[in-house]
């Protein structure tokens, strides 16, 4: 990695590329109803932020952005997801992490290994996946949630070429009546700043 991966002192690695403020208005939502589902065009917006390093059991060293996402319904503009998180890389074995929350009293730890760069394409590849009952790569919730609407997997693939980024994300959910609904996200955003 080259030297504007590096802020303040500390290697950001292949974290440098999302660093900035997206802004992207191609988004669609599947998510579940009671006896279907919905479709949900939105906007939203991402902020990354560089947030230093940390060092584990004096051994691991971590690079850390932190960012924020806020997504709002194209049909009423009103919020209607709220996240806050942070991606992690260890460059000792380019392992990258995201750890994020949601405001449903759900969070998740997800991992993965940097995908190569698509050779001339320069595209930055981040892949993660987490399942529930798993004590590394896993996924807690509050009670009501684990018993009523269960996430039991997600999985996030989000590309940075240049000043565009794309997303796409799975949240499995065991919901009403249905087991293993696929709750898809996904949208493309253009760095603003
Ligand atoms: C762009 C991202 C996302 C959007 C726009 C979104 C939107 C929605 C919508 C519209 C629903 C249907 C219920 C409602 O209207 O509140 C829903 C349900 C749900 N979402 Fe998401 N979601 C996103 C990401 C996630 C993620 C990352 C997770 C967890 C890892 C998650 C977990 C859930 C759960 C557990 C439910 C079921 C709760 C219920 O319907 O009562 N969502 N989401």
Do not use: C
């Not at 380019?94 to 760069?117: S, Y």
């Not at 798993?134 to 000043?163: C, Y």
């Amino acid at each position: 990695m080259n030297d504007h991966t590096t802020i303040d002192g500390v290697n950001y690695g292949p974290l440098a590329a999302l660093i900035g403020v997206w802004k992207g208005d191609k988004g669609v939502d599947r998510a579940p109803e009671p006896n279907a589902e919905e479709r949900n065009p939105y906007y939203e917006t991402i902020t990354f932020e560089a947030a230093g390093d940390v060092d584990n059991a004096e051994e691991q060293v971590l690079a850390v952005v932190r960012y924020h996402q806020v997504v709002s319904r194209k049909s009423n503009d009103e919020v209607f997801h709220d996240q806050v998180g942070y991606w992690l890389w260890d460059s000792a074995d380019d392992t990258i992490v995201e750890t994020f929350t949601i405001p449903r009293a759900v969070a998740v730890v997800a991992g993965g290994k940097l995908g190569q760069p698509e050779s001339l394409a320069q595209e930055l590849v981040f892949e993660v996946s987490a399942e529930t009952g798993s004590l590394e790569f896993g996924i807690v919730q509050a009670p009501f949630m684990f018993n009523k609407a269960k996430t039991t997997a997600f999985s996030h693939r989000l590309t940075v070429k240049g000043d565009e980024m794309r997303y796409t994300e799975t949240t499995v959910l065991d919901i009403y009546e249905k087991k293993a609904y696929d709750h898809t996200d996904v949208n493309t955003l253009t760095r603003q700043e």
